[in-house]
């Protein structure tokens, strides 16, 4: 199992739907921080333009804020908001501030990493690749018959 693993992590090509969800598995388990608070950081930012969007729609489809007194309400709540979105927009970590997942494409160096680890370390780095694995009880098939895997980022389980 842990060569098949290590040729399809390596096998992967970077920006696949199969690669990006391995490859954020790997990123969170790394540095759980960095991605809490990306994810926080992106959050802020929904949240900041949904409060735009409302304001804009409160004002010109909902028909509020009307006169000289709404008006100068809704442009001070709505410069707030707008600078609200530039601030939680700056705080967004760039894609290239991320760490190096070069490593999930040596199949080499992950191979090494599933062979020397401990049972646990292999675990940690099996969840990292699959979604789910289904076991076949039929013990006429060869063992490795029996395994039907559930790849992250693919759509169906395929056998090992």
């Given at each position: 199992?842990?060569?098949?693993?290590?040729?399809?992590v390596a096998a992967l090509e970077p920006g696949s739907p199969a690669f990006e969800a391995v490859a954020a598995r790997w990123l969170r388990e790394q540095d759980p921080v960095d991605d809490a608070e990306r994810r926080a950081a992106i959050a802020a930012v929904a949240n900041a333009?949904?409060?735009?969007?409302?304001?804009?729609a409160a004002r010109y489809e909902r028909g509020e804020f009307v006169g000289e007194n709404g008006i100068a309400r809704w442009t001070a709540l709505y410069e707030r908001a707008a600078?609200?979105?530039?601030?939680?927009?700056?705080a967004v970590p760039?894609?290239?501030q991320v760490t190096d997942v070069g490593g999930l494409l040596d199949a080499f160096e992950l191979f090494e990493s599933l062979d020397g680890g401990t049972a646990e370390e292999r675990r940690a780095l099996y969840r990292l690749t699959f979604d789910t694995v289904t076991i076949m009880r039929d013990r006429a098939l060869?063992?490795?018959a029996r395994f039907r895997v559930h790849w992250a980022g693919e759509d169906e389980p395929a056998d090992v």
């Open positions: 199992m842990t060569i098949r693993v290590a040729k399809r333009e949904a409060a735009v969007a409302d304001l804009e600078s609200r979105l530039a601030a939680a927009t700056a760039e894609d290239n060869p063992p490795e």
